[in-house]
């Protein structure tokens, strides 16, 4: 049996520091360990053992889990994992998964063989626990003791995050690729200058209610507030570009949100302000309630000023920030952003029905 707390893990870290190629080869190695160790249970035991069985951890999993070189790098795993190691998982049980698990479900489900498929067994909340969840499939003593079960673990609570210092690959270094575009800084990540009174938005227009929009940035110098807005009307007037010195194309920030336009009139606040500092790195995502025009926004804060403070005053300085955002379609998943809490059985549900594309969960739609 191999245990797996995805949900704590650093994936930006790790990819960073390790690379691409530096994570496969540690899951190769894993899947060695797994035949070495079946050979050895078969001459224990007296009969063939092929097959161990997976538990993957989900607590912690959020929006940063779904990093794009992230993701790329799942897909890469499971296609070298399938073709080289078809028939050693006997059954992989992912349990607490979180409401953003529908998300990277149907990222990365496609691309899964049906008959790999088949083998999943997913769990929210305490369901695990339910009958039809881990005793079912594990021994009692053998179930890990974070799970409720007698097998003791030593495993690290709390999650890790690898130093920035250990990082030696940047955005532009990994995809080894070359038949696909490179996750470069130009090609996946944009740069903006926020400057005094000149944030820097960014206008994203929403077809279907119940689409997720995700963020990611670093904070490269100064800091901001972030803050996600939604426009009551279609924007129609033209963004005031802001020229700084040093961006490219010589536009540091691009504006939308004129002065005259105020909130809970002409705008409405969706996610609220969140102050964020040199040297952080967010990711994060909002479930739309309604469609139209969202405005994704950074704007200077001052940090020489008090940060419980709601009016935020400005100085020469500015800051700087690379990021990038995706709207991910209501149509790819529709029916499947629900509130763990009024389904809790919904991702079980879908172990039964691998094709249903979890449209058989329902309820509320989560603000995050």
Known sequence: MYILKLGEMDI???????????????????????????QWATKSKGHPVSA???????????????????IK??????????????????????????????????????????????????????????????????DEQYIPDFLGGECYCDVYEGGQHVPKSYYHYHEDQLDSSPTE??????SLYQMAFVIKEWPHELHLKVDERG???TWDFDILKGAVTFTVLRCRSPLTSEPHEHHVHGAAGGIGSTQYISKDMVVGVDISIVEPPCVCRDGNSVQGSHVTRQAGSYILQWKFFDTTKSSHSLDFSFTSHKSKVMYYTEVLQSQGFKGSMTSLQSSQSGFSQLSHSQGSQMSGLTGSYPSR
């Open 52 to 70: 161990c069985t997976c538990i993957v951890d989900l607590e912690g999993l959020s929006m940063r889990h779904l990093w794009r070189p992230g």
């Open 181 to 186: 575009p490179p996750f470069s800084s130009e």
């Open 211 to 213: 689409s997720v929009i």
């Open 73 to 138: 790098t799942l897909l890469r795993i499971i296609e070298v994992v399938e073709a080289n190691y078809p028939e050693t998982m006997g059954r992989l049980l992912i349990v607490r998964a979180p409401r953003v698990f529908p998300v990277l479900w149907t990222l990365v489900s496609p691309f899964i063989d049906e008959n790999t498929r088949q083998k999943f067994m997913i769990y929210g909340g305490k369901d695990y626990l339910a009958p039809g969840g881990l005793g079912d499939y594990v």
């Open 12 to 38: 930006k870290g790790l990819i960073k520091s390790g690379g691409e190629e530096g994570i496969l080869k540690q899951v190769l190695a894993v899947n060695e360990e797994g035949l070495r160790r079946c």
